[in-house]
């Protein structure tokens, strides 16, 4: 019997006012949704920043195929955002009477009439034509493509990254101009939110009989010959119990910033185990970031060797670091060397075994839910179309901590997905299927691989065979907002059908800090898209202290101080390369929907993240295959499917999907605060953790056992859901381009 997804409260009801506004409803009255959004004659698809440090790699071949949708208007976009509300909102009659997909497209899908229309003028410029869902998908060739909207479709190159994008503004022919949004000429615009390194490649600290002696001070400088290095202490005991500390070095060359310059090894007298050492890559300054960490408490200075590969003549420097307090012992030891090319004793990372996630979490209850009611039901999204290597890597995963398989498969490949570069999206694909295999073992897990995130996201809503669907892409709102114009009100309608359907959607909410931007060259702050939707749960991340026995100590936002360590300028150079600290911020395109009024300032818009989970790589970081390897990862990369996966298994405690589940978990906040586990601190460049809701951390960390419990009570006597749609409504975002 299925569990009603609320509790009851001692006077029997939940209260109406718990947030200060009339429901637990989503949208506030501002954005109203009254008119239908249309395509503009021209559109801008690849600004500046979208293209600033690309590589113009030259036009595509005219004869190589090619796809892109038409993303068009819902019949009635109120209705559907009312009634997104409706069936999250525990007050409302219509309370988890979730639809099913044809349900959905009577009510809200698209007007016949307009894809017959769109149907016959795109065939007769030479597309075959697929009506998908929401999306009118057609296919054709890029001389084709190039034709229908007077641009040339040229491939560029962003580092690793390699996409596709038109030259120069499109037109739009007046025959397509009633569409509301279009997906496919600009791929891949969202990154895989990871960061992870080879297990066997992480530099393990070195014992030495003796030390070099504590250094005074907070800062220490070596030189040999022209080349000098700078150890600066940013943080140290005052961090959570167990944490690692964290230095800024600064190397130079000639009196200039050596961009060259690299962490080669650590090592020293010490007490107990040493963890991992994490470190960045180096910014144009000549600085990089060292984290680390021991098992017993103590002060000790280690030596740090930085290596220079600037030429005619590579040397080291080795010098001893400002001694540093460790507070331990509060770290979990675990012997590890099994998984690893070395051996040794170290800070084990979370794993199924030694250092169990579920256990931290007091989710091995839950954990256990697929076998009392078999595989949960999840979806995951990624942007390359080879799945072969993270199935394998998932299924060694598996093996190696006695877990039941996971059922992989692959439920669409979209146009233009990735053939080649695969391996960051490889690698993003197996850490979410071992995250979601985690948290939710032996699962069925469906695969949808796409250029665009809202083809993957039409298509679980069309299939509606997944009850979690779990996104660990994402860039700057603003940046999306940009590059795809009208991409958010297209997100929102096609979320706003997901949580219809009773589909929970989970999203990294961001590895840039207040900066998702950052990667794309704009240094304002804002939340990454698409977590910045409020129809899905946005994923921030937490770096996490366990105690001997297992149990969680304490949490700080990932990346802890740093925001405040670093100034706005070195935290930026860092961000533009790397994913290393948890995003969080208000959006500036999404009013802030009525579950978290009170909890924002007035004015601000929609919240991110809601809820966090570890995304350390170093404490303790997550252990993870890679094509076989075994690997260091972190991120929000991990917490999205990590939650994901107990989501599906709250879903099997249920019965049935559960939809947008932020409502509830909102609620419950204010009445039963046992779910939820407080963050000690952390900034993240411009919000901090504070006491409640914070743009850090959210909500904060989430005890799952004490959610069950919440959430397991026995449904309510109820009205019967009211037949027909429901009547339109004012309110919603994601209306207007």
Do not use: C
């Amino acid at each position: 019997m299925g569990h009603s997804w609320f509790r009851i409260s001692a006077s029997g009801v939940l209260s109406a006012t718990l947030l200060g506004v009339s429901s637990l409803g989503l949208a506030s009255t501002a954005g109203a949704a009254s008119a239908p959004a249309r395509l503009p004659p021209t559109m801008q698809l690849a600004p500046p920043s979208a293209l600033r440090g690309s590589a113009n790699l030259g036009p595509l071949s005219g004869q190589k195929s090619w796809g892109f949708g038409l993303v068009l208007p819902s019949q009635n976009l109120a209705g559907l955002l009312a009634y997104s509300q409706a069936v999250s909102n525990p007050n409302s009659v219509d309370y988890h009477h979730f639809l099913t997909h044809q349900e959905l497209v009577d009510r809200y899908g698209p007007s016949p009439a307009q894809v017959a229309q769109l149907t016959q003028y795109l065939t007769a410029h030479g597309f075959t034509v697929r009506p998908s869902g929401q999306i009118l998908e057609a296919r054709g060739t890029v001389s084709a493509v190039n034709r229908l909207f007077s641009t040339t479709m040229t491939a560029f190159q962003k580092g690793p990254r390699h996409f596709a994008a038109p030259s120069g503004p499109i037109s739009v022919p007046l025959a397509l101009q009633s569409a509301q949004g279009l997906t496919g000429l600009v791929t891949n615009d969202a990154v895989p939110l990871n960061t992870g390194k080879p297990a066997a490649q992480v530099p393990l600290m070195r014992y030495a009989a003796a030390g070099p002696g504590p250094v005074s001070g907070g800062s220490s400088t070596q030189t040999s010959g022209d080349f000098a290095v700078t150890a600066r202490l940013l943080s140290q005991g005052p961090r959570v119990p167990g944490m690692a500390v964290r230095y800024l070095i600064t190397a130079e060359l000639h009196g200039a910033p050596d961009v060259s310059a690299a962490f080669s090894s650590l090592s020293g007298a010490f007490q107990g185990a040493g963890s991992v050492v994490d470190y960045s890559a180096t910014n144009q300054a000549g600085q990089f970031l060292v984290d680390f960490t021991f098992s017993k408490a103590q002060t000790t200075s280690m030596a740090l060797t930085v290596a220079t590969s600037s030429k005619p003549h590579a040397k080291t420097l080795t010098l001893p670091l400002p001694a540093a307090t460790f507070v331990g012992p509060s770290t979990k030891i675990a012997q590890v060397s099994s998984l690893f090319a070395g051996s040794g004793t170290i800070v084990a990372p979370w794993n199924p075994a030694s250092n169990s996630v579920n256990q931290a979490f007091d989710a091995t209850q839950l954990a256990q839910e697929p076998v009392i009611h078999g595989p949960a039901r999840l979806a995951v999204f990624t942007a390359g179309n080879d799945s072969a290597v993270s199935e394998a890597d998932v299924n060694l995963f598996a093996q190696k901590f006695g877990l039941p398989a996971p059922h992989v498969t692959i439920a669409y490949t979209g146009p233009n997905v990735a053939t080649t570069d695969l391996t960051g999206y490889e690698e993003e694909e197996s850490l979410d299927l071992q995250m979601m295999e985690t948290s939710s073992p032996g699962a069925n897990i469906e695969v949808y691989a796409a250029g665009s995130l809202r083809s993957a996201l039409n298509q679980v809503v069309s299939q509606d065979t997944a009850q979690v669907f779990s996104i660990s892409y994402g860039e700057g709102e603003l940046a999306e907002s940009e590059a795809a114009p009208g991409a958010q009100s297209d997100w929102d309608m096609l979320a706003a059908e997901a949580n219809a359907e009773g589909i929970t959607v989970t999203v990294s909410a961001g590895d840039s800090g207040a900066y998702e931007g950052a990667e794309e060259g704009i240094d304002t702050p804002m939340p990454s898209y698409p977590a910045n939707s409020p129809y899905v749960s946005a994923l921030g991340g937490t770096e996490a202290s366990v105690n001997p026995d297992g149990s969680l100590n304490q949490s700080a936002m990932w990346g802890g101080n740093i925001g405040k360590e670093l100034t706005p300028p070195t935290l930026l150079s860092f961000l533009s390369m790397e994913n290393m600290i948890a995003g969080g911020g208000y959006s500036t395109l999404e009013p802030a929907p009525a579950y978290q009024a009170g909890l924002v300032l007035p004015g601000d818009g929609r919240g991110n993240p809601d809820f966090s989970f570890p995304a350390s790589v170093v404490t303790p970081g997550y252990f993870a295959y890679f094509d076989g390897t075994a690997y260091f990862f972190g991120g929000t990369s991990a917490s999205a499917p990590l939650f994901a996966g107990w989501t599906g298994d709250l879903a099997l405690a249920e019965g049935s999907g559960l939809g947008n589940v932020n409502p509830v978990i909102y609620g419950l906040a204010q009445t039963d605060p046992q779910p939820l586990i407080s963050v000690a601190y952390g900034n993240n460049g411009v919000y901090g953790v504070t006491a409640g809701y914070n743009a850090a951390t959210g909500l904060g960390e989430l005890n799952m056992g004490a959610l069950l419990k919440a959430v397991a009570a026995p449904p309510a006597p109820g009205p019967t859901p009211r037949p027909g749609p429901t009547p339109p409504a004012p309110g919603g975002p994601g209306s207007g381009q």
